[in-house]
């Protein structure tokens, strides 16, 4: 079988075609220019000429289409996509604003605004180190560029910020998982908070020779007083006469939050503060610190000579977050209606 082929086919072009395909290609890059013209005259207009402005960036890139592939430069179409990322900078569009910086340093890595607004958008999204990338390639193409010096002085800043915080984070979840830790060890349980409107945000703490210092609130309800021992050592004992309730328990991931409430913001925190060996070990059937819904209200009585580590570790007694306990007198004659429940709280 023979392939025959035209023989004009594939060869050069003729002068007249070449003078059309000039021709097409100076129409598409005024068209271009004026786009770009139109896009600039827009953004001067204000805020609600920015969309107009973008489609009019987006109309002169497309008739710079195609665009030279990597690593060949286009100053031109690079300058349209830097200035369609400043509108969508201007926008709050900073992911587009990014990917439209991005390529224009791809198409002209002389563009140094490109790299600003690269750099700015990346800051925006919170991509630090990427922000910094971009402000030492544009200081690489302009030393003396001020505006990227002080924008990347901002960022070497916010990411030291960011790295303290990090790791303050950590040191306090690092904490809140030994006092869990210990809490369990002891098979404490651990319920929602009580009379914080006495205390505040009360945590334990975990003491260099593994000994537990709770926060501990005496409530004397004959009277309507009460005492608060800010660092109550759980190998202390205690006075005769004190009595305690029980409640609700708390999961672990919840008994974590407690520890860490008023340490930092919420959102600074890790979405799951248990570690996946935590998850995996928490089967609900050995730990010492269970979730349930379900709680009895009874009172617990508190012998003489007791350490406050043997009262918490009492079966039935559920730690309101730190400790609380009423002070009756059992030669009172309010103790019999203390026990029996025929009175309140203010």
């Not at 030669?331 to 019999?336: A, N």
Request: hydrophobic content about 40%; glycine content about 6%; proline content about 6%.
């Amino acid at each position: 079988m023979a392939l025959l082929m035209d023989p004009g086919a594939g060869g050069p072009l003729t002068e007249s075609e070449k003078a059309d395909l000039d021709a097409i290609a100076a129409i598409k890059e005024s068209a271009a220019a004026e786009y770009k013209e139109k896009g600039n005259r827009l953004v001067k207009m204000g805020r609600s000429h920015y969309a107009d402005a973008v489609d009019c960036y987006t109309k002169a890139i497309a008739q710079m289409e195609p665009l030279p592939p990597p690593p060949v430069p286009s100053p031109d179409a690079s300058v349209l996509f830097a200035n369609r990322a400043h509108v969508n900078l201007l926008l709050g569009n900073h992911r587009r604003a990014l990917d439209d910086a991005a390529r224009a340093v791809q198409l002209s890595p002389s563009n140094v605004k490109a790299y600003y607004r690269a750099a700015k958008a990346a800051i925006a999204l919170g991509l630090l180190p990427e922000a910094a990338a971009f402000c030492r390639r544009g200081i690489e193409q302009d030393p003396a560029n001020e505006e990227l010096k002080k924008l990347l002085a901002q960022v070497d800043a916010q990411q030291s910020e960011q790295d303290r915080h990090r790791a303050k984070v950590a040191q306090a979840v690092s904490a809140a998982k030994d006092i869990v830790a210990a809490i369990e060890k002891r098979g404490l349980k651990l319920g929602k908070a009580a009379y914080q409107e006495l205390t505040g945000v009360k945590k334990p703490k975990l003491d260099e020779q593994g000994v537990l210092h709770w926060p501990v609130l005496l409530l004397y309800p004959e009277v309507m007083s009460s005492d608060f021992i800010e660092d109550f050592p759980e190998t202390d004992t205690f006075v005769p006469h004190l009595d305690a309730g029980v409640g609700t328990v708390l999961s672990k991931s919840e008994i974590l939050k407690i520890l860490l409430e008023g340490t930092m913001d919420s959102k600074s925190l890790p979405e799951s503060l248990l570690d996946e060996e935590d998850g995996e070990n928490d089967d609900g059937k050995s730990s010492t610190i269970t979730s349930s819904d379900k709680g009895s209200v009874k009172w617990i009585n508190v012998k003489e000579g007791k350490t406050l580590q043997e009262v918490l570790q009492h079966k039935d007694f559920i730690i309101p977050a730190i400790p609380v306990f009423f002070v009756v007198s059992r030669k009172s004659t309010f103790y019999r209606e203390f026990k029996a429940g025929n009175w309140s709280l203010p």
